[in-house]
């Protein structure tokens, strides 16, 4: 028998596979679990899509290392959509109708999401979006572990109200983020008998603010609200230490240091913004201590981790809890599991999936910018997404497949 | 009284921000008809530059006025030589070139810096003004706008180096035949057009911040500015077109958004090239600079 030289390397080398693979046979028994991303991992929201790959991956690793789902081993498919929203439906539709995707867990921006949560919808593709967002998204297909403006804005409001004063001016992203975020804003400040000022949007691409500095001053408000998105738009907080407004008028940002904007700033530029979040690098918990030596076991550089990684770490967490109580990744049984109040401990704290919304209840701290540190002032266990809660309800309506936006 | 002088500020500042930016673009294009949709990236590149020497130590103000310009200008000088050379006179091509070379450059940035925003730190403190707090590196952005242009002007109109470039403008053929190899010309155009965008990019860095896609931003303001300004003269053109632009685009911000300034700013433009094909300087301005 003549054996050539790739029969011999392909015996030899399955049984060098099966040899490594004998400790984790468990995993032989049927086909991988398949868990699809779309985020950005290249051009202009790389610096959020990045750290949330490298999140994927070591969720995904780590739960292969415990053992897997199921006795079956997970499988990320993960797609750069490359800051591109026409990417977005490309490779949604592709992991829901190629790939045939078990859950996906991705979208960054509330564009991309809307771009694709309906694709995933119809193909009966379970979906979970792990970012903070506008609130008000009511699908039984979809699962949201990011903040609402419940529970990140208005403990910026309330707090701002309180130690500076009603009158405040509100700067936001003109696109869905910052227009719905906007009337959430204007809802809080009015219901604590607040004034808003005056309300701004900004396209993603203005990098030049002093026309909207001087009107702030006219306007002289006791605060000012950001909820500004992006590269350009960061030249706002930049023109704005540098005419000396930082020293005069408080301001507070629903997105600051989502993006590590805190690490961009120098201290005399960053320091005093008020910000709330579900993390903070700073916590000093068991949980996010173990977590980030574990980042920095598997990446090395730990400077990046944002709210936006720790959630889409817990997001995959959340639905690894979920396949666990399911028992099986078939479809209603996963939503029934969902729907019965998981709840696992991530780096940020107990994240409580909401049966009727299927939004999280999370721990928020509120934070100053310190050094280019996010240091927290004060934190509130568990405050549920009440914004969303008070329009969606999927136990009654699981057929409701709609955006609520809050009515002024 | 005090919020008439801040919106009076502004525009002065909107005015020398269009014309800064321009400056490169006008030099490139009014003096050679050559379209360089890379014009941005140069801005960028001159930026980028700044933060670079920055970080290693260099002092800031020399880094932006000096180090920036001469990098970029040698960028220019090198695409000149290995692209531009070869497509005078073929417009299409050369944007098309050029296109790919910002993208090109964008990449580069991308690798060496990261795509996320960074920063230059602003090296001129704010000031108070009536009731209003100002930035004080604003100012300098309007000093510096006012001493490039007479700069340029002077070295256009009473310089040896001057005569020749506005020889080569007005008939290559003719300054050629006197004995000025157009080429040279058009060589050492280009390089000066890039450093002057480098320049602009080292000054506006502290303001604006940096990202590698950032030149976009700027292209389409320049391009607006020095096509409606005219190829008949540049400086002049360029100059009226930035005042213009910067003093209806800031007041309409001023009295809406910014979203609706940019949208004036954009219609202006449609409606006084339908007026004025050749363009400002080409109605009015024919013997001026």
Redesign the interface.
């Known amino acids: 028998m003549r054996v050539s030289r790739r029969d011999f390397l392909g015996a030899t080398g399955a049984l060098a596979v099966t040899g490594s693979l004998g400790a984790v046979s468990a995993f032989a028994q049927g086909k991988d679990i398949l868990l699809g991303s779309v985020l950005d991992n290249?051009?202009?929201l790389?610096?959020y899509g990045k750290p949330m790959v490298m999140a994927t991956t070591l969720a995904v690793e780590e739960l292969n290392a415990a053992g897997g789902l199921l006795g079956r081993k997970i499988k990320a498919i993960q797609y750069d959509t490359q800051s591109d929203i026409a990417l977005y439906t490309k490779f949604a539709q592709q992991l829901a109708r190629t790939d045939k995707v078990d859950v996906v867990h991705g979208g960054i921006t509330s564009a991309s999401r809307e771009a694709i949560r309906q694709t995933f919808k119809r193909a009966n593709t379970l979906y979970f979006y792990n970012v903070l967002y506008e609130g008000g998204v009511c699908d039984r297909n979809c699962v949201v572990t990011g903040t609402t403006p419940a529970q990140a804005v208005e403990p910026i409001v309330d707090y701002a109200m309180k130690k500076w004063g009603n009158k405040v001016v509100v700067l936001a992203a003109?696109y869905n983020y910052g227009q719905i975020t906007a009337k959430w804003l204007q809802y809080y400040i009015k219901e604590r008998k607040g004034t808003v000022a005056s309300t701004?949007?900004?396209?993603l691409?203005?990098?030049?603010f002093?026309?909207?500095?001087?009107?702030i001053?006219?306007a002289n408000p006791n605060f000012v609200v950001a909820a500004l998105v992006g590269?350009?738009h960061?030249?706002f907080f930049?023109?704005w230490?540098?005419?000396?407004?930082n020293k005069?008028i408080p301001l507070t940002s629903t997105t600051f240091g989502v993006?590590?904007?805190h690490l961009?700033?120098?201290p005399a530029?960053g320091d005093g913004i008020v910000i709330a979040g579900n993390y903070s690098q700073e916590a000093q918990s068991p949980a996010n201590l173990e977590f980030l030596a574990r980042w920095k076991k598997r990446f090395g550089d730990t400077k990046i981790v944002h709210e936006i990684a720790v959630s889409q770490y817990q997001g995959i967490y959340a639905w690894a809890a979920a396949v666990k109580k399911a028992g099986s990744l078939e479809r209603e049984a996963m939503l029934k599991a969902v729907e019965s109040g998981i709840s696992i401990e991530g780096p940020a704290g107990t994240v409580t999936i909401d049966p009727k919304t299927h939004h999280a209840a999370l721990d928020i701290h509120l934070m100053e910018v310190k050094n280019q540190k996010l240091t927290i002032i004060n934190t509130v266990k568990q405050r549920p997404p009440a914004d969303t809660a008070q329009y969606c309800d999927l136990i009654k309506n699981p057929n409701d497949n709609k955006q609520y936006e809050v009515k002024i | 009284m005090d919020y008439a002088a801040v919106v009076i500020l502004e525009i002065l500042y909107m005015i020398s921000f269009i014309a800064l930016v321009s400056a490169g673009l006008a030099v490139v294009f009014g003096m050679m008809r050559v379209i360089n949709l890379a014009h941005g990236e140069f801005v960028m590149l001159g930026g980028y530059t700044t933060l670079a020497c920055q970080r290693a130590g260099i002092d800031l103000w020399f880094s932006m006025l000096v180090i920036a310009p001469i990098v970029v200008g040698l960028v220019g000088l090198i695409v000149e030589r290995l692209v531009i050379r070869f497509l005078y006179g073929r417009m299409i091509d050369t944007m098309l070139a050029t296109w790919g070379l910002s993208l090109l450059l964008i990449g580069i940035v991308t690798l060496i810096f990261g795509s996320s925003a960074v920063n230059v730190p602003t090296p001129i403190p704010g000031y108070q003004l009536g009731a209003y707090q100002m930035g004080g590196y604003n100012l300098f952005i309007i000093g510096v706008t006012i001493a490039l242009y007479i700069g340029m002007w002077l070295v256009l109109r009473y310089t040896r180096l001057g005569l020749i470039a506005r020889g080569a403008m007005q008939s290559a053929d003719v300054a050629s035949s006197l004995g000025y190899n157009p080429r040279t010309v058009y060589m050492v155009t280009f390089t000066i057009g890039a450093a002057l965008s480098g320049f602009a990019g080292g000054v506006l860095a502290p303001l604006t911040g940096l990202l590698p896609a950032s030149g976009g931003g700027y292209i389409a303001q320049s391009f607006i500015a020095v096509i409606t300004g005219g190829s008949g003269a540049v400086i002049s053109g360029t100059l009226t077109s930035s005042v213009l632009f910067g003093t209806i685009s800031q007041i309409v911000s001023f009295a809406s958004g910014p979203v609706l300034g940019d949208i004036v700013m954009l219609a202006l433009a449609i409606v006084l090239l339908r007026l004025m094909p050749t363009g400002i300087s080409g109605r009015f301005l024919r013997n001026s600079q």
């Open positions: 290249s051009g202009n790389d610096i003109d701004d949007f900004f396209p691409d203005v990098a030049d002093g026309s909207t500095i001087a009107k001053q006219q590269g350009a960061m030249a930049r023109q230490a540098a005419s000396g407004m005069k993006g590590n904007e961009a700033l120098s530029e």
